[in-house]
Nanobody, 125 residues
Framework: VQLQASGGGLVQAGGSLRLSCAASEGTFITYDMGWFRQAPGKEREFVAVISRSGYSRRYADFVKGRFTISRDNAKNTVYLQMNNLKPEDTAVYYC???????????????????WGQGTLVTVSS
């Protein structure tokens, strides 16, 4: 599957952005979908994940209460609504798909099989 992330941009601290990630094929519903981010000079880190059905979600502690992950299986798209953005949220954001059937959605980078190209989010202070 090919993933296309979009929606990044420049925003002031306290502002909001919504990222989208569109999948290229109709098997989208068979993937758990995650969002990760990578700031300059840092490792790629987990942000949020949503299960195939949409019923299970997990978030990194640093985004709880500010970011919301959702998906529309009819549109083969996963979203990341980001509110109250902070300068430390500045990073390239990647969407990823996990094709394996697991008990709970995964937070580790190596568990994901497919990656989008990334979209840059810059938060100014």
């Amino acid at each position: 599957v090919q993933l296309q992330a979009s929606g990044g941009g420049l925003v002031q601290a306290g502002g909001s952005l919504r990222l989208s990630c569109a999948a290229s094929e109709g098997t989208f519903i068979t993937y758990d979908m995650g969002w990760f981010r990578q700031a300059p000079g840092k490792e790629r880190e987990f942000v949020a994940v949503i299960s195939r059905s949409g019923y299970s979600r997990r978030y990194a502690d640093f985004v709880k209460g500010r970011f919301t992950i959702s998906r529309d299986n009819a549109k083969n798209t996963v979203y990341l609504q980001m509110n109250n953005l902070k300068p430390e949220d500045t990073a390239v954001y990647y969407c990823a798909a996990d094709q394996d059937v697991r008990g709970i959605p995964q937070v580790l980078v190596p568990k994901y099989d497919y990656w989008g190209q990334g979209t840059l989010v810059t938060v100014s202070s």
